[in-house]
C-alpha cells in the first residue's frame, strides 16, 4: 500500500491533519531536523541540537541549551513557518516538553499578515501550562484562532532563561466541530512595524532604542501581574514579536532593493539605446546635408568604440 493511499484513508477516517511538517524531528539531513530554523544568539554554552538520547515520540527529539543567562533575553528558539491557508480556522497546537534546571520553556504560536506585515496575535503554552525547572515529558497545548488576514502561522518552541529543554511530538491541527471560547491575545503593539521600504530605518532604529524598556513602552500593566513567570513571558513574547518583525521587514526590504536595482538597470539599457539611435541620426543628418568636414575624422558611435577596443 503506498504512501499517498494511506494519507487518502487517513484523511477519509477523519484523521486530524497536522500542519506541521517534519513534526517528531525524526526526518534529518545535515544532522539537523528537515523543515526547522534554528536560532540561537551566539554565546559560549548556549547551542541548540538534534538529541538522539531523549525522544517523547519516534527516536530524536530537538533541544536547547543555555548555561549561563543573557544579558537581555533573547529567546532562542527552534521555528516553522507555516504557508497553508488556516484563515479563520480553529487550531489546536500541541507538543511535548521536558526541561532540565530550566527557567521555563514554551511553544509559541504566531500569526502574521505579509503586505503589510503585521502580526495579528501571538499566544504560547507559557500562558497557562508553563513548563519549568526539572520537569519529565508534558504535554502542553494552546488553541489558536486564526485572525482572517493571515498569510503565515509561526511555531516556535522557545527556552527562556537557563538550563535545558527538550520538544518532541509538535502537532498544528484544524479544532474539529466542538469549539472552545478562544483565548484572548496578547494585547496589541500599538506601534508594530510594517515592511514599508522607507521606514525601515526609522523602524530598526526604533527597534534598538526600544528593545531594553519594551514592556514598560507598550505594556504598562505588566508589573501589576502577579505571576512572575506570567509576567517574564509576557516580556519575552512582546521582544520575540518584534524580533520577528524586524527580520520579516529586513527581508521585505531586500526584495523591494532586487527589484529597483532590475528596474533601474532595465531603465538604463532604454537610455542607452536611445543614446545610440540619436548619434547615428546626427551623423546621418550631418552626411546628409553635405556639410561634414572632410579633414576632420568622424566621431563614431560608443557602440563602434567599444568594438574597436576589443579588437586584436
Ligand atoms: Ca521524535
Known amino acids: 500500500m503506498n504512501t499517498l493511499l494511506l494519507v487518502i484513508l487517513a484523511f477519509c477516517s477523519g484523521a486530524e491533519m497536522n500542519f506541521l ?37 519516534g527516536t530524536h527529539s530537538i533541544k536547547l541549551h543555555n548555561e549561563t543567562p543573557y544579558q537581555e533575553e533573547p529567546m532562542n528558539n527552534w521555528s516553522q513557518s507555516i504557508a497553508a491557508n488556516l484563515r479563520n480556522k480553529t487550531l489546536l497546537v500541541t507538543g511535548h516538553i521536558k526541561t532540565r534546571a530550566a527557567t521555563e520553556a514554551l511553544i509559541m504560536v504566531q500569526c502574521f499578515r505579509r503586505r503589510p506585515l503585521r502580526e495579528l496575535s501571538s499566544l504560547s503554552t507559557g500562558r497557562e501550562t508553563p513548563v519549568y525547572g526539572d520537569s519529565d515529558w508534558t504535554k502542553v497545548e494552546l488553541e489558536v484562532s486564526v485572525p482572517g488576514e493571515t498569510d503565515f502561522v509561526m511555531v516556535r518552541c522557545v527556552l527562556v532563561g537557563t538550563g535545558s529543554a527538550w520538544f518532541d511530538d509538535m502537532s498544528v491541527a484544524e479544532k474539529s466541530a466542538m469549539k472552545k471560547p478562544a483565548k484572548p491575545a496578547l494585547p496589541r503593539i500599538p506601534t508594530a512595524p510594517t515592511a514599508s521600504f522607507d521606514s525601515l ?21 505588566f508589573r501589576k501581574d502577579s505571576s512572575p513567570f506570567t509576567s ?23 526584495r523591494a532593493l532586487r527589484n529597483l536595482n532590475a528596474e533601474l538597470v532595465a531603465q538604463m539599457k532604454e537610455l542607452q539605446a536611445e543614446i545610440e539611435l540619436l548619434k547615428a541620426q546626427m551623423i546621418e543628418i550631418r552626411e546628409g546635408a553635405g556639410g561634414s568636414d572632410d579633414t576632420e575624422e568622424r566621431q563614431p558611435a560608443p557602440a563602434q568604440i567599444e568594438r574597436r577596443e576589443t579588437e586584436p
Open 201 to 221: 530605518d526609522k523602524h530598526l532604529a526604533d527597534f534598538d532604542r526600544k528593545s531594553g524598556t519594551l514592556l514598560e513602552s507598550y505594556n504598562p500593566e
Open 21 to 57: 511538517r517534519n513534526p517528531g524531528f525524526e526526518m534529518l539531513r545535515n544532522e539537523q531536523p528537515v523543515s526547522w530554523q534554528l536560532f540561537v544568539m551566539e554565546k559560549e554554552g548556549s547551542y541548540g541540537i538534534i538529541d538522539w538520547a531523549n525522544a517523547a515520540e
Open 232 to 254: 517574564y513571558t509576557n516580556i519575552n513574547e512582546l521582544k520575540l514579536r518584534e524580533i520577528s518583525a524586524a527580520q520579516e521587514a529586513i527581508m521585505e526590504s531586500n
